[in-house]
């Protein structure tokens, strides 16, 4: 017979300890848990304590209306559960640093982006049909501005005499909403409807990766006409700063969708070209900031930068087009422009390699004129397992990807999540998104685990907040705190501080960048463990 292994269970348990502790080692904070403070220490066994307490309380509740309650259950579902829980209450708290995962055309919660719209006298909508109860039930609204000499007369969307197609002023076509379809509050609901993604959908009628990505893409179809207007535009930006602020998040990488080439100006002609967003953008940042320090806060904004994006349906000769606008935006605006990505549904549009002749000439005419516009591409945004969207995490690996948006197929790739390790490509996981978006049922499914267990940088990111609902970052750091025994206040930190190190800001900035928010960190610590006591 074999020599036992162990001379003793104590000598197991001694083993299995070191085991364990030793595979642990690989996890990105585990440098910052050896080395943390005693105030973080205690915050952390605080906010384990409280997840445990709710894990039993909030979280086993029986309901008649939502049955088979868990903590990082779907989110839409749980929404209103989550806000009440003294987990969130304290998460909101918490300076989260940077995000850098956030398309600008769904920042804004859509009842303000309403409000915004319906300020607008050049505002107008129009419908392919009449409306009435049944077409409403999947018709878009489309929004557009006027020029004041084209400003419509027509009294309604559902009057008899409507022809498909006319556009009706914004104002009218609410007030004149028909008493059976809800009047004025009802022209809200349909409009918020067209803007959002509800559970019905996610988990119903649209359960599959391709129906949600198609009511997800039409949201933007609705919302773009109301954005892409001067006036709007800039109350929009300034919108998603201050919410953000207010959510703990400091700095932001915005992708900007440059699709349009131009928006309409005041007066509601379609003139406005992507430099001009560009200075609005930069004008909004000066406004916060000075707001900011009239309010004795400077620290709570640093500032945002725009990753130059271009939805992947265009041909490679139209993104000739967007690439040489990306060039000369960073050269009138270097500190502004972060980056460059190709977005939209990665199953269904071109993979990266479809681009690669251009990718590969922007590349060179940036050596040319002596600037550095990095990649931060989406990649492996998919359920496959070697399709071409789960090939793209190879292209953008290849073409030097300074972080990955989504990877959420990574933790198929052994051999790319070593790269992404060694070389620090961080990956902007947007855990919320990804499970509206049918990639994961619940979060307890997400890979994020597998990802952070591997010690690969991540960042968390809410993708597109005005859609999904999970407006800032609290509702993501809520579902990933909960849906993990390891994963504590000190991952929670480690992740917001590597949202500041995997930005894109400069030697300098960083680093102050860095200094303020270890400060707020152990402040927001000291605050934990006043609570606890
Ligand atoms: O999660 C995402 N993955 C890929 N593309 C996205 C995601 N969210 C938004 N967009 C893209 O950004 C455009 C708005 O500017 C949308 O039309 C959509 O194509």
Not at 75 to 90: E, H, M, P, Q, Y
Not at 448 to 455: D, F, K, M, Q, S
Request: net charge negative; hydrophobic share 40%; proline share 5%.
């Amino acid at each position: 017979m074999a020599e036992p292994s162990f001379s003793s269970i104590h000598e197991y348990i001694a083993k299995r300890e070191a085991f364990i502790n030793d595979e642990r080692t690989l996890r990105r904070e585990h440098a910052r848990l050896k080395a943390c403070s005693d105030v973080e220490a205690q915050a952390d066994r605080i906010i384990r304590k409280i997840r445990k307490e709710e894990a039993l309380t909030i979280w086993s509740e029986e309901s008649d209306s939502i049955p088979h309650i868990f903590p990082g259950m779907e989110f839409l579902t749980s929404r209103d559960i989550i806000v009440k829980t003294k987990l969130f209450n304290i998460l909101t708290k918490m300076p989260k640093g940077a995000l850098l995962h956030a398309h600008l055309d769904a920042m804004v919660n859509t009842r303000t982006l309403l409000r915004l719209a319906l300020q607008q006298p050049h505002m107008h909508v129009r419908v392919p049909s009449v409306l009435n109860s049944s077409s409403i039930k999947t018709m878009l609204p489309e929004f557009s501005v006027c020029p004041e000499e084209e400003w419509s007369s027509l009294p309604s969307l559902a009057d008899a005499s409507y022809s498909p197609g006319e556009w009706v002023k914004i104002q009218q076509a609410r007030r004149s909403f028909p008493p059976e379809l809800g009047g004025p509050q009802g022209f809200d609901d349909w409009v918020i409807g067209c803007l959002t993604i509800n559970p019905a959908e996610a988990y119903g009628t649209h359960r599959t990766t391709d129906k949600i990505w198609k009511k997800f893409t039409d949201t933007f179809r609705v919302s773009i006409g109301l954005i892409r207007y001067q006036p709007i535009w800039s109350q929009y930006i300034k919108e998603f700063f201050l919410a953000s602020v207010e959510d703990g998040i400091s700095y932001i990488e915005a992708r900007i969708n440059f699709g349009p080439k131009t928006m309409f100006n005041a007066e509601g002609y379609n003139i406005v070209p992507g430099r001009e967003w560009v200075r609005i953008f930069c004008r909004v940042i000066r406004e916060v900031k000075q707001e900011m320090k009239e309010q004795g806060r400077q620290d709570a904004f640093l500032g945002a930068r725009i990753i130059y994006s271009i939805i992947r349906i265009y041909t490679p000769e139209e993104m000739d087009w967007y690439m040489e606008e990306c060039l000369a935006l960073k050269q009138e605006f270097p500190d502004i422009i972060a980056g460059f990505d190709l977005v939209g549904h990665e199953d269904s549009l071109y993979p990266l390699t479809h681009y690669l002749p251009q990718l590969l000439h922007f590349q060179k005419r940036q050596k040319e004129l002596g600037i550095h516009i990095p990649f931060i591409f989406h990649a492996g945004e998919t359920l496959g397992d070697g399709t071409p969207a789960d090939g793209n995490l190879y292209d953008a690996i290849l073409l030097e990807t300074k972080r990955i948006g989504h990877g959420f197929s990574l933790a198929k790739h052994p051999k790319l999540m070593d790269i992404c390790k060694t070389k620090g490509i961080a990956i902007e996981m947007c855990p919320i998104s990804n499970e509206i978006l049918r990639l994961t049922s619940s979060m307890l499914m997400h890979p994020l685990p597998i990802i952070v267990n591997h010690g690969i940088p991540v960042v968390l990111c809410s993708d597109d907040p005005a859609v999904f609902g999970n407006m800032g970052l609290t509702f993501d750091y809520f579902q990933v705190l909960v849906s993990s025994e390891l994963t504590g206040l000190t991952t929670l930190g480690q992740i917001a501080r590597d949202s500041i190190e995997y930005s894109t800001l400069d030697y300098e900035t960083k680093s102050k960048a860095l200094a303020v928010w270890e400060k707020r960190w152990h402040e927001f610590c000291k605050e934990v463990v006043a609570l606890g006591t």
